[in-house]
């Protein structure tokens, strides 16, 4: 398949893996997606740093990409203790796959330096993180100039109706670090923002799970495992649903084939300080306040064009 809307511009992926993070890393990483991926850089989130960075190598090492250069960032949120999510996603962060540590190295240049060093030498480059903003957030306090120089930060996080997976309130990647998030989202940088609003709308079903086992690959039946794993069946038991959304993969569907979303312009704060409420989203959806609108808010996604793209990028394998 062609995208015709697919971004050319260079790219930076941070993320937590995490079932669906692999899945948005190995439809990115897949023969013939046309990215331009320069780093992938890993932070602490659905389990610890030291699982995550091994599990972005392990996912890399299944995509045959050794290219890709991966730096492990921060271990901690910036000012909360580090919550993670095995409930959902398993003790290694990725139930469901063979664990096995790969070959693939990690790099010496810790992942902060590695998005300053990135976002100043390279033009246009575009962030994507799908874990908590800590890497992100700590490179633009350390390196401020860094704002001007990004073309846009590509955000899985946040929830406006649908409100939180987390607590009642709010999102796991804001939640975990809201600190972080709310110096992204104050940045001057245009955010294009995939929360659980347009996440839940895309639910990966037994059908879809389906036709990737009769791809007959060894990527297809490695998801297949993955998918059909206890990690699928937590947010059905959970939300009452017959699928299960793969929240990160939204961001690369959006990197590949943007006009499969539909967004509003919209500005969002996030509170810090409430106990009740730490993480949420306050996204000004109605213009109530003159603070910028700065982030393009996702709304709506063409499902069936979502897992069309999904299943040929698991089949370029
Ligand atoms: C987000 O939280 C994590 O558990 C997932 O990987 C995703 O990034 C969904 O709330
Ligand atoms: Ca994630």
């Not at 330096?113 to 874990?131: H, K, Q």
């Not at 990690?231 to 084939?257: S, V």
């Not at 609108?293 to 089949?315: H, K, N, P, S, T």
Request: glycine share 6%; with cysteine.
């Amino acid at each position: 398949m062609e995208y015709s809307a697919a971004i050319s511009r260079p790219l930076i992926f941070d993320c937590d893996p995490g079932q669906d993070d692999a899945i948005s890393l190995i439809m990115a990483l897949s023969p013939g997606s046309g990215l331009d991926i320069r780093a992938i850089t890993v932070v602490a989130g659905n389990t610890s740093l030291a699982k995550c960075q091994r599990n972005a190598r392990m996912i890399a090492d299944m995509c045959g990409r050794t290219d890709v250069p991966i730096h492990a960032g921060c271990d901690a949120p910036l000012k909360f203790p580090l919550a993670t999510a095995e409930e959902v996603h398993g003790v290694e962060g990725l139930d469901g796959l063979e664990i096995y540590e790969p070959d693939l190295p990690l790099q010496s240049e810790a992942a902060v330096d590695a998005i300053i060093r990135l976002c100043r030498t390279v033009d246009n480059i575009v962030l994507v993180p799908t874990g908590p903003l800590t890497n992100i957030a700590t490179a633009l306090t350390r390196a401020p100039d860094i704002a001007a120089r990004i073309s846009e930060i590509v955000i899985m996080g946040g929830a406006r109706a649908e409100a939180g997976n987390i607590t009642p309130s709010a999102e796991f990647n804001i939640f975990v670090d809201p600190h972080a998030a709310k110096i992204v989202f104050d940045a001057p940088v245009k955010k294009t923002v995939f929360g659980l609003d347009v996440t839940h709308k895309a639910l990966i079903r037994d059908a879809h799970v389906d036709r990737i086992k009769a791809l007959d690959t060894d990527m297809g039946r490695r998801l297949t495992a993955m998918l059909r794993s206890d990690y699928a069946d937590y947010d059905r038991a959970k939300f009452g649903t017959a699928g299960t959304p793969i929240h990160d993969a939204c961001t690369t569907a959006y990197l590949l084939q943007s006009d499969i979303f539909s967004f509003k312009s919209v500005n969002v704060q996030i509170e810090t300080e409430s106990a009740l409420t730490r993480g949420h989203t306050s996204v000004d959806y109605w213009q109530m306040t003159d603070r910028p609108r700065d982030c393009d808010w996702a709304v709506d996604v063409d499902a069936d064009q979502f897992f069309e793209l999904m299943i040929d990028r698991i089949a370029a394998y």
